[in-house]
Every structure is written in C-alpha cells, then in structure tokens.
C-alpha cells in the first residue's frame, strides 16, 4: 500500500521530497551542533562565574564576614540544621533556594551542584547553584551560592529562534532549486515522452534532442533516435519484404494453379499431365530460389555483420567458375579466371554467393567470355565480373541494384531481380561496396565488388 501511494509521485515530487528531507537532515544536525556548542560555551562560562562568586561567600560566611551582594543576579542562603535559612540575600527570587531533595544531598555529599528553571519558561526565575556543607560549633549548616542563568537562557533562545528561521529559509530555498533542478532535469524526458507516444502513428518523428545539451540526457535521446529511425527501417524492410514476397511469388502460384486447375477439368493424356508436373516443378524452383533470396536479402539489410576469416580469392573464385562452366561450354562459351594470390578478410560462403549472382547474371543476359578476376590496390580488393554482353542500359545504371529491377529485354528471361541487391548487400555486410563499371569497350560489362582487405 506504502509501494503504490509512493508511486503516485511524479519523479519531480519524489526528488524534491528527497532533497528536502536530506537538507532537513543535514540542518537540524548542523543546527544542533551549533547550538550545543554555544550552550557548552555559556554553561563554562556559568559555571566559571559561579565557582569565583561561591569561594567570595564561603569565605566572607565562615569569616563571619557581610557577604557583598550588589551585583544583580547573585545570591546566597546559609541553610541551618533544621532546614531554616538563618542568613541570605533578601533579593533571591525564592525563599529557599535548596530543595529538600538537594539539601539532603549536599548534607550527605558535602557538596552538590544544581540547576533550577527552565529555559523554555523566559518569566520564571532560572539559575545554577552550588550548596556546601559546612561543620560548625552551632550545628551542620548548608552555605548555598547562585547566580542568574537567565541572561544564558535569553541568548540561547534567541539562537534557537535565528537557527530554525535561518534552517526554514535554508529549507525553502533547497527545495526550490531542488524543483528547478529537477524540472529542468526531467522535462526533456517529459518531451521525449510525448514525441514517442505520436511515433507509431507518424512515421519520421524523432526526439526533440536540444543539440547545445552534452548530459545524459541529451545522449539518451539521441541513442533514442537512433533506436527509432532502426526500428523504422526493420519495419520498413519487413513491409517491403512481405510486399515483394506477395508481389513476386503471385506471378509462378498463379501459374501453378492455372495449370493444375486445367488438369483436373479435362482429360488428359499422361504426356501432357508430365508437362504439367514439370511446369509446376519449376515454378516451385523459382518460389523457393525466390524466397530464399528474399529471406538473405533481409539478413544482410538488417544489419547483420559478415563472419570473416582470412581467405585466399583464387580459389573461391576457379571454385565459382567451375561450376558454370558446363553450362557456358553448351552455350559454346567460356569461363576464365584471372587470379593471383589474394587474401582479405571475408566471409567465404557470402563472397561464393555474391559471385555465382554475378557469374548467374552473365550467363543469362551476357554474352561471349566471361572472366572472373581479383586484384589487390592499397588496403582493397577488388573482384570483378566480366562479360561481352550488350551492358546495362543507360537508363539502369542508377538503379540497377534496387530490388526487382530489371531491363526490358531481360524479363522475357526467368530472374528474381534479387541477384544484384543480394549482391550490394554482401558487400555492404563486409563494409565494402558494389558498382557496375563503365569500359573503354561498349561491348563489355563488368561488375565491381569493393571490399577492405583487413
């Protein structure tokens, strides 16, 4: 119940609370220790004061001697053994100055100090007394001297009343820069709130982070933003991947049922059921080469950083040919490698994608040779596919690596439009980039991958 009626505090109120039961801690520790010091300063001095005045009377009584009694506040009684005062100052502002209590002890000790009034009383009388006892031919007697503690009392409550207005002000003045602090504190977050509270419903809203601010608070926000704008673009890539998964994968279901539905409402013979089941099978190829590129495309552009091991290209690269070689030899092609002895840091099963995309590409949109090749310059590698096809058009240069992008001429040709994104998208996973470059020879395409080396 405590839990939930503390929770109901905003931080603010929390915070200044705090400040202002910590500054009350501090001050009325602070408070007491001045005003305990000042008290022990007065008490010496009373006690000093009562000392010098008590040997004057003991003295001047045993003597037999007047006891002096002008100085205002001072007094004396010689108690006698009947509890009578036989002698004494006629100004003392009681009658007896002792206790009975007190007398005994002093009878009994031979000496007591004692302490009479209040100094939360300013109009009853107050002083300190100091009783001896004193053997004398006549009987026990008790000689009692005591001096005014009022003037000690005024000063004392007058501290005490400077001190708690003095700690009230303190205390007032705390909280206020405690709020001001804590307002000025925790309003960016009040702000940041509402800014998060309207994202989901408007796409592109950020933190309003103040840029001449370097707290914490400023770099939470921006560490926020960033958070956001990640959030915005893992949303974004996820609707753009059930669109295109939904866009791409119509065409070859639609072509599925078609034929399907066409097989079971007429009769067949088994020939043309066969072309049906190959058809089908094909389309099944694709959806699943399709979604699988999809689902890569999505790994690399979520962000995901390349395993790498240090790796020898030559070999990827004769390991990728190799496997196109049989089909350009049909198509009365070749294949070359141009390789030395290239290492860089690379995540192999990625660079063995994006170079069978690339060699794929060649294969079914080039023309003539195709040559893998890799160079190294400065802290680069290089890897680059060539072919002596037509090129990219013009106008494909700019987005020939968007997702589906395609040349006219090219979709009379079964493709995904995946292959080129997949690989800009490797690149980037390995901090490199991917370009299509321009030659001296209209007649040769090539397609660069930049990657670092280290």
């Known amino acids: 119940m405590a839990h939930t009626r503390r929770s109901r505090l905003t931080i603010k109120r929390r915070l200044v609370r705090n400040v202002a039961v910590a500054m009350l801690l501090v001050l009325v520790v602070t408070s007491g220790f001045v005003f305990w010091r000042v008290k022990y300063g007065l008490d010496r001095q009373v006690s000093r004061d009562l000392r010098a005045y008590d040997d004057v009377v003991t003295q001047d009584v045993k003597s037999s001697e007047e006891v002096p009694s002008l100085t205002p506040g001072q007094w004396y009684q ?12 006629a100004s003392a502002p009681v009658a007896h100055l002792l206790t009975p209590a007190m007398e005994r002890e002093a009878r009994q000790k031979g000496v007591t100090h004692a302490a009479r009034g209040s100094i939360w009383h300013p109009d009853s009388y107050a002083f300190q007394l100091k009783a001896t006892r ?22 004392l409550r007058e501290l005490l009343l400077q001190l708690a207005l003095a700690d009230l002000a303190v205390l007032i003045a705390a909280s206020y820069v405690g709020y001001r602090t804590a307002r000025g504190a925790l309003d960016p977050v009040e702000r940041y709130r509402a800014a998060a509270a309207g994202a989901g ?22 560490t926020l933003n960033d958070l956001i704008e990640r959030l915005e673009r893992a949303n974004e890539r996820e609707h753009q991947f059930l669109a295109d998964a939904a866009h791409e994968l119509r065409t070859p279901l639609a072509l599925i049922s078609g034929e399907v539905e066409l097989a079971l409402h007429q009769q067949r013979d088994a020939e043309y059921l066969r072309e049906v089941v190959v058809a089908v099978a094909a389309e099944t190829e694709r959806m699943a080469g399709l979604a699988n590129a999809l689902l890569d495309l999505e790994e690399l552009e ?12 030559g070999p990827v690269l004769r390991a990728t040919a ?15 490698v141009e390789a030395s002895h290239v290492e860089a840091d690379v995540s192999e ?12 590409n060649a294969v079914r949109y080039g023309a003539g040779t195709v040559t893998l090749s890799v160079r190294a310059e ?77």
């Open 78 to 89: 010689v108690v006698d053994e009947n509890g009578d005062v036989v002698a004494g100052s």
């Open 378 to 454: 400065d802290d680069a590698v290089l890897l680059a596919v060539d072919d002596e096809g037509d090129g990219f058009p013009d106008d494909l240069h700019a987005r020939a690596f968007d997702r589906f992008t395609r040349a006219d001429a090219s979709r009379t040709t079964r493709g995904s439009g995946l292959g080129l994104p997949l690989v800009m998208a490797i690149a980037q996973a390995h901090g490199g980039t991917a370009r299509i470059e321009r030659l001296a020879d209209p007649a040769r395409t090539r397609v660069l991958l930049l990657l670092p080396r280290r």
């Open 302 to 313: 979520s962000g995901v950083q390349a395993s790498v091991t240090s790796t020898d290209l």
């Open 134 to 155: 004193w053997e004398r031919p006549e009987g026990q007697a008790v000689i009692v001297a005591a001096i005014s503690r009022r003037p000690r009392d005024e000063t």
């Open 349 to 360: 099963p990625w660079i063995d994608a994006a170079l069978g995309n690339l060699v794929s």
């Open 201 to 222: 419903d408007r796409p592109g809203t950020r933190l309003p982070v103040d840029p001449e601010r370097r707290d914490e608070l400023s770099r939470l926000g921006v």
């Open 322 to 336: 190799d496997r196109y070689r049989a089909v350009l030899e049909r198509e009365g092609r070749v294949v070359v």
